[in-house]
């Protein structure tokens, strides 16, 4: 008989197969902070405040911030309000050691007071609960607890008025009893301490209590009152009507720009001109300190500038400049509750915009004389439903309405200027493909340009066999450079970027050429193994590329080198298709020659050969298909015209800020959004129109729900019978290399995560042309309940 363990020892014993850990969120680097944590440790203060690497005070309004107290409260102080602490506790101290000196015996009586109460601890209580009373045995044990409770009375009352002889600081002893009572409850404990409480006493005092109205509670009259403010006097550290003049409560996750040269440099750094909004009209949302508002306003000289502040108690007094100017409105309340917004978007504050009428066929124009800025900077985030926060879903409704046409893009296609905090960007404008989902796809279709002008350091860095190769980077920031020359864009004086810019201006400056794209082929040593081969090849083209993929993990660096083998037969493959059509074309057109004929069959013959290598080879992997597509996806998305990524057509690579420039020291992120004139078919929405738009949004929502999955299957689950209905085979952008079409049968195929705008718009056409789809009530129907977030 086979043992048990060895039995399944022989049964179990696979091959591992490691895979990559990749996290769905990167926590906050402290990178940033360094210099201020150590900045902090060398200064030898012991006594800094926890958490003091967020609370930096670089600027005089940084400092002025700080000391509101909205931020620091509940936090040791810093400046001028601990040295007043330090002050009161020192002066303290001084009085009661000179009590101790004067009356020895009073020291402890000192030290009681601060730990004890200044009021009798529920007498009336205790009254009320005696004449409430009805069995003996009840009253029995009332009338020892107040017996106890009159003498720790009695021996408080001693001790205060002894303390008050040596100072005058010292409250008197409250007694929340009214005076009949507090006489009746003396006179039992005279008598009893003398053994004469009798039976007929206890019945004349409780008779005599029972005609004394005690129906007061506890906790509402005068003297609770000023025994509880008596309470919380003895917690201050200082006077209290000095904190109550400098604390204030607010929001304390809202993040402030407080740095004038940062506001400078982000003004002069928009790749399209403001000087086209002067003399507009500006919606500010969230304004806080109103420094970059300042500004905005001293370059524009608006004609109105209406501030949406929530907290006006607060930062009224910091927007004060902007108010004095003529057309400047503080209005009390939030940009980010849209029923409040709405009350704003009307002709009592806008009386020089219009609303545009949606006529049918009709696109939207732009409109310069209405600017909508806007700081989202808040931290922590705040998740509300399926968004990861509050800011998140903000900003997709924002570049949703310009779709929809409702909010501020009912007056035009409006020009938005956000401060947000770089992980809130990534969802309308991710750097790679793999964080392409459906708000960055929404964004593709109706924005002109998404231009991030600053950012963090952590925005910038790459994570090796995450993010796309590192070749890849380094030609989208070489692109980059070209355009910001053409415009005559420069980084701003004293500005750092990120790495991959840096080593572009290094290599152009001593000469030397980037990398090719992907792997660098080995021609020196032929005899290796093709495993050994490959390995080598990556070494090299890590190393050509400037160590960037250091750490990269050994499943995620296989994983890439075969992507990238893959990718080179597709691209072989794909210039061969592209041979073939070209010359079925030109025998389409009339040219019968049969030397012709046998060209096309013979570069026929060698595309179905690279075809079947590819498939073949692709399917010898079991599990991670989605890595090995991500290298084509990644290669075919950069060399798109235009690029399928927002990110790789910016016009300016955005420069790198520092943390105190902010208050708390959170990093923002600038960014300049300008909409465009989306497709007459989007614009379709609501009811009276054809719904083509409404349509779309269902789809898109089905689409990226399996976004690395093949399109079919989301159409499938759709609708029943949507694949045969829309005919996927006949819709030409599918199948087509040269627009981001499948070309190989097999497993090329195309899928969400990488379809650009033709596809998305060709197979809504398909979709409105079949004629048993259903209706949008349906739709809606069916959809509801299913999940509403993309896969991860």
Known sequence: MIPSRRHVSKVVIQWPRPQPRIPKTLPLSRSFYGAVAGKRNNTGDDASPPRSFIYATETPLAEQLDSLGVYRRGIAWVGDMRKRWIAAEAAKKAAVEAAKESVPEAGKEVDV????????????????????????????????????AERVFQIKKEKTAKRRQISEGVPELFDDRP?????????????????????????????????????????????????????????????????????????????????????????????????????????????????????LNDLLQPRSHILLEPEPQIYQEFLEPILQRPGSRLVPKSGLVWQELNTV????????????????????????????????????????????????MVTFQLIQAIRLRNVFQKYGLVRMLLWLRPPELDSILPKDLTGRRRPAAEAELVTEHIAEICTSEERMERHPGYNRHATLELHSCRRVLDRMRRLGLELPEGRETSRFMRHVLEAEAAGQELPKLGLIPDEKTPHQSPGEKRVEAEDRSIQATWNFDKGISAWAKTRQVHGWELSNIRQEAKALWIDVHEKQNLAKSGNSDPALLKEIERLQGLFDKKAKEWNEKFARFSYGRSGMHKVSDDYDTFHSDPPLLMWDRREVEPFLVRPEEFYPNIPLSFVDIQPKAANPMLLENGPGSSRHGDNFDIMLKALFHQRSKPVAKPLSEMAHGALDGMNLESIESLKDPRVGGAFMKGHDEVRPIK?????????LVAWMRWPFRPSYTELVTMRRGDPQEDED
Not at 137 to 143: F, H, S, T, V
Not at 221 to 226: D, T
Not at 755 to 763: A, P, S, T, Y
């Open 113 to 148: 007071e601060q730990k004890g109460r200044c009021r009798a601890t529920h007498g009336l209580t205790r009254l009320r609960k005696l004449v409430a009373a009805v069995s003996p045995e009840e009253k029995e044990k009332i009338w020892e607890t107040i017996f106890d």
């Open 179 to 295: 005076p009949q009572a507090a006489k009746i409850a003396h006179e039992a404990l005279k008598l009893y301490e003398e053994n004469k409480f009798t039976e007929a006493e206890r019945l004349r005092l409780e008779a005599e209590l029972s005609l004394i109205p005690l129906h007061r509670p506890i906790g509402r009259g005068k003297v609770a009152v000023e025994a509880e403010k008596v309470k919380k006097a003895k917690k201050r550290a200082f006077d209290k009507s000095e904190l109550t003049k400098i604390l204030k409560s607010g929001d304390k996750t809202r993040i402030h720009v407080v740095n004038e040269k940062l506001c400078d440099d982000v003004l002069k750094s928009i790749p399209s001109s403001l000087e086209r909004h002067k003399g507009c009209d500006i919606i500010d949302l969230y304004p806080g300190t109103g420094l970059f508002s300042r500004k």
């Open 345 to 392: 978007l009307t002709p009592e504050f806008l009386p020089h915009q219009e609303i545009h009428k949606q006529t049918l066929g009709q696109a939207p124009t732009r409109n310069d004389t209405l600017l909508v800025v806007a700081n989202l900077g808040f931290y922590p985030n705040r998740s509300y439903m399926n968004f990861k926060s509050i800011v998140s």
């Open 755 to 763: 379809m650009n705008e033709r596809q998305f718009l060709d197979l």
